[in-house]
């Protein structure tokens, strides 16, 4: 289309409109408003046209005074003056038999956005408020919150909301629904429009006869309301039932925020209405419309953080499709890491595997990624997978691979031995800084597992002059120096030649400073050198439980239904804590049965005994509430475990307890049925040692909430197959009879209280090795911190439970 704009043609058309030949012929008239429209919205300035435009919305067609008022709307505020001049002829339309033109008038009376105007237009918006067409009461309604808007420090007129709050029973349900738009906008100083239990239950009634952004509308403003009793509160979910399943997304998200507003205290009915939504969820994942399947796939993975199973069984809908645009593929691989299950892992690797050779790198290194995170809990079915990536020699593949293992390396150190055998000839391929500082760290944390560790290193300190990256510069230094400690021989001339060129040629700062920091190390000598480089790694023979606990849905509820789902960018320490594997338990499964029956037959015994016995008082002892959260990462638990809470001068600053729990083979359960009968009563698992390894050992953590302060504990299980050394364990604690052992700091204190005794009280060695086939005596090591002895109790007694619950044949 040409371009229309310039003086020449802005005159022509001042000419045209003050002609009165075309003002008498109304077709040649409008098509010159309609020029001056179309070249208006091209950018071109027409503000000189205005006087000729106010003439021509004095007329009786419909199409010419819209035209007119697109334009009087645009250059209002460029010309207050001659804008009054239009107000008359829209007060005299305000007063039009047509109910278009009244309401045409009235909503551009208020588009004209001018304070000078606002005297005018007040008396027809009050008007407009009591007209009998519904159409213009619309209009009116909308118009008051514009003129709020535009003068927003005025003295609000009582009159008007009264009027306003009247009109929510208006017939007309887009009047009703602009109406709580508009007291939104006018009271929200206030904190909007106020609804109580008569306005509730009328808009409820109505909820139907709204369109589906009006239903969304009023769902929204009704999370503000609270039921005066139960019943109420269920016939109100009765009415809003329907909505939950309904076809549309919006009108779904917005029941489903108002259901978890309403049963804040009711968590069962929140998971049943999570399993509702389940069918419009996985409907709405195959919308046509890319923003809605992005925004329904970010708000799943809310759901999923409560109810992991949630989707489990339709994995399928998650898998990308071809045309499909980057950022909903890689939403979608995010969803597919944690519905990883035993059953399906095999089918979602082979997809994964597929999406590694997308065209978009992007695309790709995010399903590389995604193998990478199944890996700490399928390391071998994985590890195959990313080292034949690495055979198709690709740049950008091999980058993302290459950081993959380190990062399953760092969580899973059992991979190790495979990840450095696949290291080989990697080097000649990557280029990018975030690869070579992978492939680095790799070498010198495994460098004697990798026999050209040494000649890697030396091609790159031979390249450190054209290294532009100081990240890769820095890795080096630290690679090398690692390597030194374990190879020297084969290190000590490049390590050398390295420092030198750290610290008398290079520019940069930060790098010259570490060159400067291992080098006044290493005169300190290599043992120190050691101690600061090479800290303390984890045992192999531990895997780290990705499972994260099922949170509450008031963690996420209040975000639900809103922006922040879709701006949330899941980070690597956030999908570390993503659930992997997800054994589902229900509330009524066989193993809540079980502690429950557990727990009561205790009860019922100590009650019909005189004495009791201590294993009694652990099992009866008072029962604190647990929390899962703040979560804990695997290196802040090995940190407090070895030098934060044990390390106290203070005896009420922490404490240490040893306790043996007799189970009938424990030891031999699955890791995924030991985590979720923790998580069932808020005992988070963090590592363990796999099935039939000796020792066996678990460590675990909680938070207990019991008054005047919170507490967090860390534990222990060891179980070490050894007799000899359970027999020597009880020579060590039976001559504490009627004592607690509790060690805090370094020192033991023996603290004879028989109403808190926790340890062997009334045990003997017959009981502690008998059925040495059957029977796991497992050490429990409890650290806590602060001090709480009555809650370290009720936690020892959960624990208890758990155990007993978990063996296969009854105590």
């Given at each position: 289309m040409p371009y229309l704009g310039n003086d020449d043609t802005v005159k022509d058309l001042k000419r045209v409109l003050s002609n009165p030949h075309v003002q008498s012929d109304q077709l040649r008239y409008r098509n010159a408003i309609l020029k001056v429209i179309r070249i208006m919205s091209q950018g071109v300035d027409v503000s000189s046209l205005f006087s000729e435009m106010v003439k021509a919305c004095a007329t009786v067609d419909i199409v010419q005074k819209k035209l007119v008022y697109v334009f009087l709307c645009s250059y209002a505020s460029l010309n207050p003056e001659l804008s009054l001049l239009v107000i008359n002829t829209l007060r005299k339309d305000c007063q039009d038999p047509n109910p278009m033109v009244r309401s045409l008038a009235l909503r551009n009376m208020t588009n004209l956005r001018l304070p000078s105007l606002m005297e005018y237009v007040e008396q027809p918006l009050t008007a407009g408020l009591r007209d009998r067409a519904a159409c213009v009461r619309r209009v009116a309604v909308l118009g008051w919150a514009k003129l709020h808007k535009l003068q927003p420090n005025s003295e609000i007129d009582g009159a008007v909301v009264n009027e306003l709050y009247s009109l929510l029973r208006d017939p007309d349900p887009v009047v009703m629904v602009n109406c709580l738009r508009a007291l939104e906008e006018i009271l929200k100083e206030e904190g909007g429009v106020a609804i109580n239990k008569p306005i509730a239950h009328h808009l409820l009634n109505r909820l139907k006869e709204c369109d589906v952004w009006g239903q969304?509308?009023?769902?929204?403003?009704?999370?503000?309301?609270?039921?005066?009793?139960?019943?109420?509160?269920?016939?109100?979910?009765?009415?809003?039932?329907?909505?939950?399943?309904?076809?549309?997304?919006?009108?779904?998200?917005?029941?489903?925020?108002?259901?978890?507003?309403?049963?804040?205290?009711?968590?069962?009915?929140?998971?049943?209405?999570?399993?509702?939504?389940?069918?419009?969820?996985?409907?709405?994942?195959?919308?046509?419309?890319?923003?809605?399947?992005?925004?329904?796939?970010?708000?799943?993975?809310?759901?999923?953080?409560?109810?992991?199973?949630?989707?489990?069984?339709?994995?399928?809908?998650?898998?990308?499709?071809?045309?499909?645009?980057?950022?909903?593929?890689?939403?979608?691989?995010?969803?597919?890491?944690?519905?990883?299950?035993?059953?399906?892992?095999?089918?979602?690797?082979?997809?994964?595997?597929?999406?590694?050779?997308?065209?978009?790198?992007?695309?790709?290194?995010?399903?590389?990624?995604?193998?990478?995170?199944?890996?700490?809990?399928?390391?071998?079915?994985?590890?195959?997978?990313?080292?034949?990536?690495?055979?198709?020699?690709?740049?950008?593949?091999?980058?993302?691979?290459?950081?993959?293992?380190?990062?399953?390396?760092?969580?899973?150190?059992?991979?190790?031995?495979?990840?450095?055998?696949?290291?080989?000839?990697?080097?000649?391929?990557?280029?990018?800084?975030?690869?070579?500082?992978?492939?680095?760290?790799?070498?010198?944390?495994?460098?004697?597992?990798?026999?050209?560790?040494?000649?890697?290193?030396?091609?790159?300190?031979?390249?450190?002059?054209?290294?532009?990256?100081?990240?890769?510069?820095?890795?080096?230094?630290?690679?090398?120096?690692?390597?030194?400690?374990?190879?020297?021989?084969?290190?000590?001339?490049?390590?050398?030649?390295?420092?030198?060129?750290?610290?008398?040629?290079?520019?940069?700062?930060?790098?010259?400073?570490?060159?400067?920091?291992?080098?006044?190390?290493?005169?300190?000598?290599?043992?120190?050198?050691?101690?600061?480089?090479?800290?303390?790694?984890?045992?192999?023979?531990?895997?780290?439980?990705?499972?994260?606990?099922?949170?509450?849905?008031?963690?996420?509820?209040?975000?639900?239904?809103?922006?922040?789902?879709l701006c949330q960018i899941t980070s690597e320490t956030e999908l570390v804590n993503s659930s992997f594997q997800h054994t589902s338990y229900q509330p009524n499964s066989d193993l809540s049965d079980a502690m429950n029956a557990c727990q009561l037959q205790s009860i019922e015994e100590s009650v019909g005994e005189h004495t009791q016995s201590p294993s009694d008082i652990l099992v009866t002892s008072t029962i604190v509430p647990l929390s899962l959260l703040p979560t804990l990462t695997p290196a802040e638990f090995e940190h407090l475990w070895i030098q934060g809470i044990t390390h106290t001068e203070k005896e009420q600053d922490g404490v240490c307890m040893i306790e043996h729990v007799q189970c009938h083979n424990v030891t031999h359960s699955s890791s995924q049925s030991f985590q979720a009968a923790m998580q069932l009563v808020n005992i988070q698992t963090l590592a363990f040692t796999p099935i039939n390894v000796l020792p066996w050992r678990v460590y675990l953590y909680t938070h207990t909430e019991a008054p005047p302060c919170s507490t967090l504990i860390l534990g222990e299980l060891l179980y070490t197959g050894n007799a000899n050394e359970e027999e020597d364990a009880f020579e060590h604690t039976k001559g504490y009879h009627d004592a607690n052992i509790i060690v805090v700091g370094e020192q033991i204190e023996r603290k004879a209280n028989h109403e808190e005794d926790v340890t062997l009280e009334g045990k003997n060695k017959s009981d502690l090795t008998k059925d040495n086939g059957q029977v796991a005596k497992l050490k429990v090591t409890l650290k806590q911190k602060p001090r709480d002895d009555k809650a370290l109790r009720g936690f020892l007694s959960i624990l208890t439970t758990v155990l007993h619950t978990l063996s296969p044949e009854g105590e």
């Open positions: 969304s509308e009023v769902l929204k403003i009704l999370q503000r309301y609270q039921p005066h009793s139960e019943d109420e509160l269920f016939d109100i979910l009765s009415l809003l039932d329907a909505s939950l399943v309904s076809p549309h997304t919006p009108v779904m998200a917005a029941t489903l925020s108002l259901f978890l507003s309403l049963c804040s205290t009711l968590p069962a009915v929140s998971l049943a209405a999570l399993e509702r939504v389940r069918g419009p969820l996985l409907a709405a994942c195959g919308s046509a419309s890319r923003e809605i399947r992005f925004t329904v796939l970010c708000h799943i993975q809310l759901l999923l953080r409560s109810v992991p199973g949630l989707m489990g069984a339709h994995y399928k809908r998650f898998f990308c499709g071809y045309a499909e645009p980057a950022y909903i593929k890689q939403r979608k691989m995010q969803v597919l890491v944690e519905l990883v299950n035993d059953d399906n892992v095999a089918m979602l690797l082979d997809e994964l595997k597929e999406y590694c050779t997308d065209v978009n790198t992007d695309t790709a290194q995010a399903a590389i990624s995604a193998i990478g995170r199944i890996g700490r809990s399928y390391s071998d079915r994985c590890l195959v997978i990313l080292t034949g990536l690495l055979g198709l020699k690709q740049e950008n593949i091999t980058s993302a691979v290459v950081q993959t293992m380190r990062d399953l390396v760092w969580v899973s150190p059992q991979c190790s031995d495979t990840v450095c055998n696949a290291l080989e000839g990697c080097e000649e391929i990557l280029h990018d800084s975030q690869g070579k500082q992978a492939l680095l760290w790799l070498l010198g944390t495994y460098g004697d597992k990798v026999f050209s560790a040494p000649y890697t290193l030396e091609a790159f300190i031979d390249g450190v002059r054209c290294e532009t990256s100081s990240a890769v510069k820095m890795e080096l230094l630290t690679a090398t120096l690692r390597l030194f400690l374990c190879r020297p021989a084969e290190t000590q001339d490049m390590l050398g030649r390295l420092l030198h060129y750290g610290i008398e040629e290079e520019t940069d700062m930060c790098v010259r400073d570490q060159a400067l920091l291992y080098y006044r190390l290493l005169q300190c000598g290599v043992d120190e050198t050691r101690k600061v480089v090479q800290g303390r790694r984890s045992d192999p023979s531990l895997g780290v439980l990705i499972g994260r606990p099922a949170e509450p849905v008031s963690q996420w509820a209040h975000i639900f239904n809103t922006l922040t789902p």
